[in-house]
Structures are given as C-alpha cells and as structure tokens.
C-alpha cells in the first residue's frame, strides 16, 4: 500500500520560514516525480511545486519562486519543501503528491497526473 505522510506544517509569521517533508512508502516501482500543491478555504487546489526522482530541473508556480524550495533525499524517499519569505496568502493545506508516468520535459502542476495522495498539512501565516 503507498502511503504519502507530510509533516512540518504549523503556524508562522510574515516573513517566516517552515519546512515541510513528504515521506514516501510502499511502492513496488520506481515513480516519476512528487509534488506539492495546497488548498486555501474556498479555492481550487493548486500546484507549487514539483521534481522528478532521478534528473531533471524542478518546477515552481510562478507565486513561489524565489521563495521556495524543492528538494528529495532519495534514501530516505523523502522529498522536501523549504518555504521562506511566507505571507497570508501562503495560507493553506499542503499536499504532497506522486505521480508514476513520465512527462517531459518536466514534471507538470496538474493535479490530474498524480496519482497518490497525502492527508495534507496545514500552514497558516498570520501575525
């Protein structure tokens, strides 16, 4: 059974930074990429950011870049989100998500090409 666990959410100032980890377990092939995307109260889901296990230049909505940070550890199956600079609109729940099937020519910010799920954790940016 594939199981995508995130931690590292939590409550931060303007300006603040968090790290969150999506742990990766159970899979019986090797999977293309994960990614982060998040949720706000009464908004569609939307895509962060993403990187492909093996290679390849990771993928940033344009609203985080410069600001945020993907990395993977593919030790530990564990892939890494450094978020810096965080603002209110930051605010939300953030799923990380594993997609199996290769696109090229990197990986995309489309919920409908991941094919795993996490419960999500949430980050609210507040002072």
């Known amino acids: 059974q594939l199981q995508l666990v995130e931690s590292g959410g939590g409550l931060v100032q303007p300006g603040g930074s968090l790290r969150l980890s999506c742990a990766a377990s159970?899979?019986?092939?090797?999977?293309?990429?994960i990614g982060w995307f998040r949720q706000a109260p009464g908004k569609e889901r939307e895509g962060v950011s993403c990187?492909?296990?093996?290679?390849?230049?990771?993928n940033y909505a344009d609203s985080v870049k410069g600001r945020f940070t993907i990395s993977r550890d593919n030790a530990k199956n564990t892939v890494y989100l450094q978020m810096n600079s965080l603002k209110p609109e930051d605010t939300a729940i953030y799923y990380c998500?594993?997609?199996?099937?290769?696109?090229?020519?990197?990986?995309?910010?489309?919920?409908?090409?991941?094919?795993?799920w996490g419960q999500g954790t949430q980050v609210t940016v507040s002072s």
């Open positions: 990187i492909t296990r093996i290679g390849g230049s990771p």
């Open positions: 159970g899979f019986t092939r090797d999977y293309y990429a």
């Open positions: 998500a594993l997609m199996s099937t290769t696109v090229q020519p990197m990986c995309p910010l489309i919920k409908l090409f991941y094919d795993y």
